[in-house]
Structures are given as structure tokens and as C-alpha cells.
């Protein structure tokens, strides 16, 4: 009869480990051998214990489920990673792949299914629950806009056209009644939406953009 395979589960409410420890217990092909309550447990069981798999939790007190299983990816190689977690966000998926995990699965998944989950990674596989990879892939199948610019508010146009005209964020932040750090917060998001790394590149944008809008109605 082959081994069992080996899990720590992680996880900081004890009434929820419990649930795990029992569902899996169900299955004759896999053992717990280890609970922890924090990502620094974790870290140490899973060294410890050299598990085939580990469960973790993202939120948790002290050190988290992503940066735990980073520090466990890079010590203990052969572990498999699965987050077991009720964050949907893509963030803490791509957080948490980037970290070494092999596994996403959402809180409320069945024993029998987390049980199934577990043999295709030791196996090899990697897994997103369906309902989270199917949101994914409606938001990546719509359709983004060509022009950058239509994805900034009009406060956030306003700023930028401000700054193209060389004004700085406290100067920004009189004129329009707003606190400098409000200022720079809308900044950052004009960054992120225009895909540049500082205010600079924004203002040149900005100012190339009124050039070809002044030029398009001359032509017309």
C-alpha cells in the first residue's frame, strides 16, 4: 500500500482547522500531520515535518499565508503549496503563484473536493477554483480601451492637465481645494492608468495629446 500523503494545515480559527483535519480524515490516502495557527507556525511545521503538502490560510496574524509560503517554497521544495482562503482577489492569486503556490481554492469548497484538489497537485497539477478562474477570464476577455486616457476620471484629467502645465501638487492642491497628499494619491492612480513611472512622463503625455487634439481641429 502506498504512503500516505502527508498535510499541515494553517489556518488561525481552530474551528475551521478542525472541520479540515476532520473531512480529510475521510480519506484513507491522506494524513494530517501537523495544524498550525499563523504563518510563522507554518513555516516551522512544514520544516519540520517535511509535508507532500501544506494548506494555508492568507490572512493570518503575524506572518501571512503569501509570505509563508514563499519562505516555505525556498526551504522546502518538494512541499506543494495550496491556499485555502475566502480572498477572491487577483492580487493575492498572483501573490500567492508568485510565491510558489500550486493551489487556490475557496473557503467553502467540499471536503471531498479539497480531498481531490490535494492528489492533483501531490500529482503534479496545478489548481484555481472554477469560480474564481472563470471571473478571471470574463475580466480578461473584456475588452480594454485603446485610449488610456478614457480610463481617467475627470478629477484625475484635471490633475494631469495641471501638471502638464507645471504646476506641483501643493500648488494642485490650492488651487483645486484639495490636501497634497489627496493630490498625490490621484497621481498615483493617473500613473498606474497611463502606464508611466513618474510625473514627468505623464506631463509629456498630456501635453503630446492637447498637441494632437489642437492640430486635429485646426484640420478640421
Same mark, same amino acid.
Given at each position: 500500500?502506498?504512503?500516505?500523503?502527508?498535510?499541515?494545515?494553517?489556518?488561525?480559527?481552530?474551528?475551521?482547522?478542525?472541520?479540515?483535519?476532520?473531512?480529510?480524515?475521510?480519506?484513507?490516502?491522506?494524513?494530517?500531520?501537523?495544524?498550525?495557527?499563523?504563518?510563522?507556525?507554518?513555516?516551522?511545521?512544514?520544516?519540520?515535518?517535511?509535508?507532500?503538502?501544506?494548506?494555508?490560510?492568507?490572512?493570518?496574524?503575524?506572518?501571512?499565508?503569501?509570505?509563508?509560503?514563499?519562505?516555505?517554497?525556498?526551504?522546502?521544495?518538494?512541499?506543494?503549496?495550496?491556499?485555502?482562503?475566502?480572498?477572491?482577489?487577483?492580487?493575492?492569486?498572483?501573490?500567492?503563484?508568485?510565491?510558489? !503556490? /500550486?493551489?487556490? @481554492?475557496?473557503?467553502? =469548497?467540499?471536503?471531498?473536493?479539497? &480531498?481531490?484538489?490535494? $492528489?492533483?497537485?501531490?500529482?503534479?497539477?496545478?489548481?484555481?477554483?472554477?469560480?474564481?478562474?472563470?471571473?478571471?477570464?470574463?475580466?480578461?476577455?473584456?475588452?480594454?480601451?485603446?485610449?488610456?486616457?478614457?480610463?481617467?476620471?475627470?478629477?484625475?484629467?484635471?490633475?494631469?492637465?495641471?501638471?502638464?502645465?507645471?504646476?506641483?501638487?501643493?500648488?494642485?492642491?490650492?488651487?483645486?481645494?484639495?490636501?497634497?497628499?489627496?493630490?498625490?494619491?490621484?497621481?498615483?492612480?493617473?500613473? !498606474? /492608468?497611463?502606464? @508611466?513611472?513618474?510625473? =514627468?512622463?505623464?506631463?509629456?503625455? &498630456?501635453?503630446?495629446? $492637447?498637441?494632437?487634439?489642437?492640430?486635429?481641429?485646426?484640420?478640421?
Amino acid at each position: 500500500m502506498d504512503e500516505p500523503i502527508r498535510v499541515i494545515v494553517a489556518d488561525d480559527h481552530p474551528l475551521f482547522r478542525a472541520g479540515v483535519v476532520e473531512e480529510l480524515g475521510k480519506n484513507s490516502d491522506i494524513e494530517v500531520v501537523g495544524l498550525a495557527a499563523n504563518g510563522g507556525e507554518a513555516v516551522r511545521l512544514a520544516q519540520e515535518e517535511m509535508p507532500d503538502l501544506i494548506l494555508l490560510d492568507i490572512a493570518m496574524p503575524g506572518k501571512d499565508g503569501i509570505s509563508a509560503a514563499s519562505t516555505i517554497s525556498l526551504a522546502c521544495p518538494s512541499t506543494k503549496i495550496v491556499m485555502l482562503t475566502v480572498s477572491e482577489h487577483e492580487d493575492d492569486l498572483v501573490a500567492a503563484f508568485k510565491a510558489g !503556490a /500550486k493551489g487556490y @481554492v475557496l473557503k467553502g =469548497v467540499s471536503g471531498r473536493e479539497l &480531498a481531490r484538489v490535494i $492528489r492533483s497537485v501531490v500529482d503534479g497539477e496545478v489548481f484555481v477554483s472554477q469560480a474564481l478562474a472563470t471571473r478571471l477570464i470574463m475580466d480578461l476577455s473584456e475588452p480594454k480601451p485603446s485610449d488610456p486616457f478614457e480610463e481617467l476620471t475627470p478629477r484625475e484629467l484635471e490633475i494631469l492637465q495641471l501638471v502638464a502645465e507645471g504646476l506641483s501638487n501643493r500648488e494642485i492642491g490650492e488651487q483645486l481645494h484639495l490636501a497634497e497628499k489627496t493630490v498625490k494619491h490621484y497621481m498615483t492612480n493617473v500613473l !498606474a /492608468k497611463l502606464e @508611466v513611472g513618474s510625473r =514627468v512622463q505623464a506631463a509629456l503625455i &498630456a501635453q503630446k495629446r $492637447r498637441l494632437e487634439q489642437e492640430t486635429d481641429s485646426r484640420g478640421d
